[in-house]
């Protein structure tokens, strides 16, 4: 996607969906971080080293390294405060970021192809030096696909909070994967290579394209009284993606131009429905999932559907 174009969905969703308050970071107290502080003495007494966040989890305290992490800022920035030692890619003994490069590896479950389908939607892979990076930046309110998706994949990479710009309403939360491995991996499971001109919109097993589907709608598809408008790269994506709308229920799914791009629209409310309802089969507590979309949905159908008492 262009962009332009994922600036203007940005503006757009961030006006009409409101901010998930769990997912907003707020200030940790003093005495909450004093806390987090000696856990992260007690894990390095544990490993007998500073512990990577990873070997910290596993110790299964009752703080979890990811509060810790969003807490100071950085996983670093955390154990600096600790007085422990940390290790930059490229320096020590314990060089490379840690991060779990085989995730992609095989794509197994529904949690996987949800969070390729955020990425898929709204990420880019860089060249630098001959060698790639996966980069990921959200707005604030919508941190969800960046720390969200950093947990799953286990990774140590920072995730940054840069200040808005005059066009911009809201920070900026941003996190890059550097590790090759994971790229590659991340590229065989679906994630089109931007060397090659593949279909943005991968070919995936039945039982993963629905929560491919939540994952790519709640990161690029808008949302309005009018139904989804899904702007795709390529006639290929657009075909299946409206393949995949169609073995959901959705009956009239269509393909379209909007400002000389291909969408896809699903705007028949008996359609939405059978769509919410594959992609979202726990409705707002379906999980993985970023919960103001499916919130907002069901608020719609709730309205509009001639018998709200039947939508779960």
């Not at 405060?81 to 490229?90: K, Q, R, S």
């Amino acid at each position: 996607m262009s962009n332009d174009y994922i600036e203007e969905i940005d503006e757009i969703l961030s006006e009409e969906l409101p901010d998930d308050p769990e997912e907003v970071s707020e200030g940790v107290p003093v005495e909450q971080k004093q806390k987090m502080i000696s856990l992260l003495e007690s894990a390095k007494e544990e490993f007998g080293r500073s512990p990577s966040l990873r070997q910290f989890n596993s110790l299964d305290f009752e703080v979890s390294g990811y509060a810790i992490q969003n807490a100071f800022g950085t996983w670093n920035d955390a154990k600096r405060e600790a007085g422990l030692e940390t290790y930059e890619a490229g320096e020590g003994r314990y060089a490379t970021t840690e991060v779990n490069e085989e995730y992609f590896n095989d794509l197994d479950s529904p949690e996987k192809a949800y969070w390729l389908g955020t990425v898929v939607a709204r990420s880019s892979i860089k060249r630098q030096d001959y060698e790639s990076y996966l980069q990921i930046g959200r707005a604030a309110s919508k941190e969800h696909f960046v720390r969200g998706f950093a947990e799953a994949i286990d990774s140590e990479y920072s995730v940054t909070e840069n200040s808005a710009t005059s066009k911009q309403e809201q920070n900026i939360i941003q996190t890059c994967v550097f590790n090759q491995r994971f790229i590659e991996n991340l590229l065989s499971a679906g994630y089109p290579d931007p060397d090659k001109p593949e279909s943005e919109i991968p070919t995936l097993d039945t039982g993963l394209r629905a929560p491919f589907v939540r994952g790519y709608l709640e990161s690029s598809g808008y949302f309005s009284t009018g139904g989804w408008v899904v702007r795709v790269d390529d006639e290929e994506s657009a075909e299946r993606l409206q393949n995949w709308f169609g073995s959901f229920g959705a009956k009239r799914p269509t393909i379209g131009k909007n400002t000389g791009s291909v969408v896809v629209n699903v705007s028949n409310v008996f359609d939405i429905k059978s769509v919410f309802e594959e992609c979202w089969p726990n409705g707002i507590s379906t999980e993985p999932s970023f919960t103001p979309y499916p919130k907002k949905i069901l608020e719609y159908l709730q309205s509009e559907y001639p018998y709200p008492e039947n939508v779960s």
